[in-house]
């Protein structure tokens, strides 16, 4: 059975720390890795990860997947407020449908 | 582009009624759409999978009966949550799949909140 789990569950960290999500994974016939934020509404697609140890970056926000050990990370330096949401990762399974993770609640404290 | 909507945005009645979401697909045609139940501080749970002119395909443990599903056209997917009760009450997100410079992406709505009393 396809899934993914990510850790950790919840994390709380003050504004200017750097924090590391962490999405672990298991699919048949790997396709791609997406990472989203969601905050009060829908998700927001951040990163599409499909190469391995090929990071990609948007702003303080980074992210890479490692294709051999089955995981990717998401990087967030000099977090803000702003940054505090919930972090999902999700593979697409089967035909299109996405297996999201169990996402990671960050809160950023000022 | 790819922008998907919802409607309503928030709902609330009473149990024993039905309730129905609208999701479209605004710019784009969108031949499978999603539909999820998301529960407070939780993931994305994925109900099932809305084909256009087909019949949905729900996930283990989704009542069929109790969530209908129809994907009438190639921009917009509803769900109904017949004699609705509190337990149903929940935040729903569509998505539309849509071909992205990677493949297939899914693109979601903002949101449903029903709230069953």
């Known amino acids: 059975e396809d899934k993914v789990v990510q850790s950790p569950l919840s994390l709380v960290v003050h504004e200017g720390d750097t924090v590391t999500l962490n999405c672990s994974y298991e699919v048949t016939n790997f396709r791609s890795l997406l990472w989203y934020k969601q905050e009060k509404k829908a998700p927001t697609f951040l990163f599409m990860l499909t190469s391995s140890g090929i990071e990609k970056k948007s702003g303080r926000l980074s992210s890479i997947l490692d294709k051999k050990e089955l995981f990717s990370i998401l990087n967030i330096t000099a977090t803000q407020t702003g940054d505090s949401a919930i972090y999902l990762c999700a593979v697409p399974s089967g035909t299109y449908k996405y297996i999201f993770g169990t996402g990671t609640r960050l809160k950023v404290l000022a | 582009g790819a922008v998907v909507s919802q409607h309503p945005s928030r709902v609330i009645c009473k149990s024993g009624t039905s309730v129905k979401i609208e999701c479209r697909s605004l710019?784009?045609?969108?031949?499978?759409m999603f539909w999820y139940r998301q529960f407070p501080k939780k993931s994305l749970m994925l109900m099932a999978t809305s084909n256009e002119g087909s019949k949905a395909t729900y996930e283990q443990g989704v009542e069929k009966d109790k969530f209908l599903i129809n994907h009438a056209s190639l921009t917009l997917s509803t769900l109904t949550v017949t004699s609705a009760h509190p337990e149903d009450s929940s935040f729903y997100i569509c998505s539309a799949l849509h071909g992205g410079p990677i493949g297939n992406e899914q693109f979601f709505g903002p949101g449903t909140r029903l709230t069953v009393l």
């Open positions: 710019d784009f045609q969108a031949t499978t």
